[in-house]
C-alpha cells in the first residue's frame, strides 16, 4: 500500500496576504471605473473597452492568485505590468490636463457627482496599486518568493 504524504506549505506572510487583498481591491476599483464610465463612451467604443478591461482584470486576478501561491514571475509581472504600466494609464489623463495648465481646484468645482465618485474610486485603485507593489517586495515577501520554485 503507498500513502501519499502531504507537504504543508508555510502560510503566505502578511505582506503577500494584505498585497493580494490590495490587488484584488485594485480590480474591483477599475471594474467599478468602467461602469460608472460606460454611460459616457460612446457606443460603438463600449465592446472593445469592455473586452480589453475584462481581459486585464481576469488576467490581473489570475496571476493575483499566482502571486499569492508564491510564483516569483507572478510578483515581477503584477510590479512591472499593473504597477508601472498599469499605474500609467490611471494617471496620465490627469496629468496631461495639470501639464497643459489646468488646475485642480478648477477641475473639482466643475465636476459633477459622478466625476467626484469616479476621482474617488480611481484614486483608491492606485493607491491599491502602489500599496501592493510595495508589499509584495518587503523583506517577509521576498524571503517567501525566495523559498519557492518558479
Known amino acids: 500500500m503507498h500513502t501519499a504524504v502531504l507537504v504543508r506549505r508555510p502560510a503566505p506572510p502578511t505582506e503577500v496576504r494584505t498585497a493580494f487583498a490590495l490587488w484584488l481591491t485594485a480590480v474591483a476599483a477599475g471594474a467599478f471605473e468602467t461602469a460608472l464610465m ?16 475584462l481581459t486585464v482584470f481576469t488576467a490581473a486576478v489570475l ?3 499566482r502571486m499569492r501561491s508564491g510564483a516569483r514571475w507572478a510578483r515581477i509581472t503584477l510590479a512591472v505590468g499593473l504597477g508601472v504600466a498599469g499605474s500609467a494609464s490611471l494617471v496620465v489623463e490627469p496629468l496631461g490636463y495639470l501639464l497643459d495648465g489646468g488646475s485642480l481646484a478648477d477641475a473639482v468645482s466643475r465636476a459633477d457627482a459622478l466625476d467626484l465618485v469616479f476621482g474617488a474610486s480611481r484614486t ?27
Do not use: C, K
Not at 42 to 52: E, K, S, T, W, Y
Not at 124 to 138: G, Q
Open 124 to 150: 483608491v485603485h492606485l493607491l491599491a496599486v502602489l500599496t501592493a507593489v510595495a508589499l509584495m517586495f518587503r523583506p517577509a515577501a521576498n524571503a517567501y518568493f525566495r523559498e519557492r520554485p518558479s
Open 63 to 65: 496571476v493575483a492568485f
Open 38 to 53: 460606460l454611460g459616457r463612451v460612446p457606443a460603438d467604443q463600449v465592446a472593445v473597452g469592455l473586452v480589453i478591461r
